[in-house]
T-cell receptor, first 114, second 111 residues
Framework: DTAVSQTPKYLVTQMGNDKSIKCEQN?????MYWYKQDSKKFLKIMFS???????INETVPNRFSPKSPDKAHLNLHINSLELGDSAVYFC?????????????FGNGTRLTVT | QKEVEQDPGPLSVPEGAIVSLNCTYS??????FMWYRQYSRKGPELLMY????GNKEDGRFTAQVDKSSKYISLFIRDSQPSDSATYLC???????????FGKGTLLTVNP
């Protein structure tokens, strides 16, 4: 069984479009995250939700809006896509009591903006 | 100065070699130190974590933390081709759910 699953795996779209990425985890974790990995493999946190409450919101453009309908799901909506948004977006979750340092990652969504 | 510095490599070694991977950091508030392994086209997976200074061993892998030097290492003994991956160090202050990652070192173990 897949622990953290993201859809879609690949996303190719044009500048200016709006797109969403979905994430689900079946590990029973309370905390979920969105990380962005750029072309140089640098992995940086974007958002984190704990029990559906936003707890981390890094300096990310307002065009990015996360939503957590419940503890097991975290979605990312991106408006007005730009070329610089091309990256791999990883969803992750962490168990309670670890303060987020034992992350379980999905396999990423490869976003290409043309 | 970046918070976490990691030599991106690439690093290529023969099978059976001892591999040493390293990171330095500048933030003295970091208390938890992690190593993640990322295979191509996959998400990172946690290999090991240590709290504060000291060593931790798990099979062929040993993690070392020297907080006085702000330097962490991962040693892989008897390296195998299946160890070929990108290794990312990560650090946390402990209570804020935020990890700061290094850029990763690409390791290739040649049979």
């Amino acid at each position: 069984d897949t622990a953290v699953s993201q859809t879609p795996k690949y996303l190719v779209t044009q500048m200016g479009n709006d797109k969403s990425i979905k994430c689900e985890q079946n590990l029973g974790h309370d905390t979920m995250y969105w990380y962005k990995q750029d072309s140089k493999k640098f992995l940086k946190i974007m958002f984190s939700y704990n029990n559906k409450e936003l707890i981390i919101n890094e300096t990310v453009p307002n065009r990015f809006s996360p939503k957590s309908p419940d503890k097991a799901h975290l979605n990312l909506h991106i408006n007005s896509l730009e070329l610089g948004d091309s990256a791999v977006y990883f969803c992750a979750s962490s168990p309670p009591g670890t303060s987020g340092f034992t992350l379980h990652f999905g396999n990423g969504t490869r976003l290409t903006v043309t | 100065q970046k918070e976490v510095e990691q030599d991106p490599g690439p690093l290529s070694v023969p099978e059976g070699a001892i591999v040493s991977l390293n990171c330095t950091y500048s933030n003295s508030a970091f208390q938890y130190f992690m190593w993640y392994r990322q295979y191509s086209r996959k998400g990172p997976e946690l290999l090991m974590y240590t709290y504060s200074s000291g060593n931790k061993e798990d099979g062929r892998f040993t993690a070392q933390v020297d907080k006085s030097s702000k330097y962490i290492s991962l040693f892989i003994r008897d390296s195998q081709p299946s160890d070929s991956a990108t290794y990312l160090c990560a650090m946390s202050g402990g209570s804020n759910y935020k990890l700061t990652f290094g850029k990763g070192t690409l390791l290739t173990v040649n049979p």
